[in-house]
């Protein structure tokens, strides 16, 4: 069948195939200065600005099909229906995009993870920024990659940094008097960092794969109001943020390294005294830390990071992530995924 040339340029403009219908894929990042704490819940406010690394693995792909008649959104999450929570946010995101877009159509869903869903590897960052370009394709919606971070920032703040490849900073968006929603909306989006030689690798203990027994949301959540840990990680954070962005203009990872695991176990100080406490480390996760250490009284350069989870990941030099991996692999006995800097999202054009 000939392929209409004139009707595929004008469906690539405007980002939707066929069927009114578009997918979009997206990679999660891992934040090296982290993000743990709002100030504005609704809009998703940070207090601190935070900045990211996009990784090369676990992409999520997400479709959104307008379906006109229908009386609610229809979300699957690999294959099943989204249960509870995930479903609600999802449509929630949706009724901020069709607020937007001026439309009333409830869409079809379909979400395909390659990450564990909850398990603090970053399935909300890649899930949220998929969701954000394909929804505001199919409504629509004309966003710039600044608005398209944004809107991703509404489903899950580090959502707001995965529409970037390489490195992102997110911006907190100072508050003033005399702010607005708009403005304050308007002052809190990622964007890219400058970033001089430097091609690091970031090998991924997958010591537990299961969904986490208190969600990022309510850690964090906690953490602010209960934490007296809290207001100096928050304030130390700012520090970090000035060091890790000028280390990583020179190049320097040994200085990116500290800067990141110094930040990541300040974070995990704020919710162990939380109250009550959470707890994300296992006593792997600490294994692991200190395969790390030993690593670097070696001689070879490797720094640890960990999420809402107790997965540690850790950054090193490219050329030493097969030995990072093994030293890894055979403290922890768990399966070990290495992971480079990776693109932002996009509109998948594959399949229209
Ligand atoms: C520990 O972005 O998942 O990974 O905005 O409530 O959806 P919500 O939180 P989320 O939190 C991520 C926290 C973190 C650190 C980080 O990615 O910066």
Not at 92 to 117: H, K, W, Y
Not at 154 to 180: H, K, L, P
Request: charged residues 20%; hydrophobic residues 45%.
């Amino acid at each position: 069948m000939p392929v209409d040339v004139q009707l595929l340029d004008a469906q690539l403009l405007d980002g939707r195939s066929r069927d009114g219908g578009a997918t979009a894929v997206a990679h999660p990042n891992i934040a090296l200065v982290k993000y743990w704490g709002k100030r504005d819940a609704r809009l998703v406010l940070p207090y601190t600005d935070s900045l990211s690394m996009t990784l090369d693995v676990f992409p999520t792909t997400t479709s959104v099909r307008l379906s006109p008649g229908a009386t609610a959104d229809e979300v699957t999450l690999n294959g099943a229906p989204a249960q509870g929570e995930a479903g609600r946010r999802v449509t929630a995101f949706l009724d901020l995009v069709r607020e937007r877009a001026g439309r009333a159509e409830r869409a079809v869903v379909g979400t395909s993870n390659t990450v564990p869903t909850g398990a603090g590897l970053a399935s909300s960052a890649s899930g949220f920024a998929a969701l954000a370009v394909a929804s505001a394709a199919a409504y629509g919606l004309r966003l710039d990659a600044t608005g398209l971070s944004r809107l991703a920032r509404r489903g899950s703040g580090s959502a707001s940094r995965s529409i970037f490849g390489g490195f992102a900073v997110w911006r907190a968006g100072a508050n003033t008097d005399r702010d607005t929603e708009t403005a304050l909306d308007l002052a809190s989006h990622a964007e890219p960092v400058a970033v001089g030689d430097l091609t690091p690798a970031l090998v991924i203990a997958l010591l537990d794969a299961g969904p986490k027994a208190v969600s990022s949301r309510e850690a964090m959540r906690r953490t602010v109001e209960t934490s007296p840990l809290y207001r100096a990680w928050a304030e130390s954070s700012r520090d970090d943020l000035v060091e890790m962005r000028e280390a990583l203009r020179h190049g320097d990872l040994a200085t990116v390294g500290e800067v990141a695991e110094r930040n990541a176990l300040g974070m995990h100080a704020t919710m162990l005294a939380a109250r009550p406490a959470v707890r994300y480390l296992s006593p792997t996760s600490l294994t692991v830390l200190d395969t790390v250490l030993r690593l670097r009284r070696d001689g070879v350069p490797a720094y640890a990071t960990i999420d809402a989870g107790p997965n540690v990941k850790v950054l090193c030099r490219r050329s030493d992530a097969d030995q990072v991996s093994e030293a890894v692999r055979a403290a922890a006995s768990c399966p070990v995924v290495v992971a480079h800097c990776g693109p932002g999202a996009c509109l998948h054009t594959g399949n229209r």
